[in-house]
């Protein structure tokens, strides 16, 4: 899901349509939950996010809260489009 945009129909009223989902999104939302003793986290993705057309934000869509609070939002790469996956970002999965 992404940015919301109106839309009139034949009887005035405006409807939202989705228009960033056939868009790639600019950044990717992450997960990092730490391990014990320092070592390398697990990276979870979790959403994405997409410029505003007017370049004022973004609209970011999360399909999960991790317990924590901690989000991390780095810029999309060819390895960010598989789905999901549990790897560090720039490293070999």
């Keep these: 899901m992404g940015a919301m945009q109106t ?4 009887k ?5 349509t989705k228009k960033s989902e056939t ?8 997960h990092v939950k730490e391990t014990k003793g320092g ?5 979870t993705r979790i959403g994405a996010a997409w410029p505003h057309q007017n370049g004022d934000g973004f609209t ?3 399909d999960l809260m991790p317990r924590d ?5 780095l810029p999309l790469k ?3 489009m598989a789905e999901g996956g ?4 720039g490293a070999a999965p």
């Excluded at 005035?12 to 939202?16: D, L, Q, T």
């Design 7 to 10: 839309k009139s129909d034949h």
């Design 12 to 16: 005035g009223e405006k409807k939202m």
């Design 23 to 30: 868009r790639t999104p600019a950044l990717v939302a992450w």
């Design 39 to 43: 070592g390398k986290g697990y990276w």
């Design 60 to 62: 970011v869509q999360i």
């Design 69 to 73: 609070g901690k989000i991390v939002l």
């Design 78 to 80: 060819v390895d960010d």
């Design 86 to 89: 549990r790897h560090e970002p």
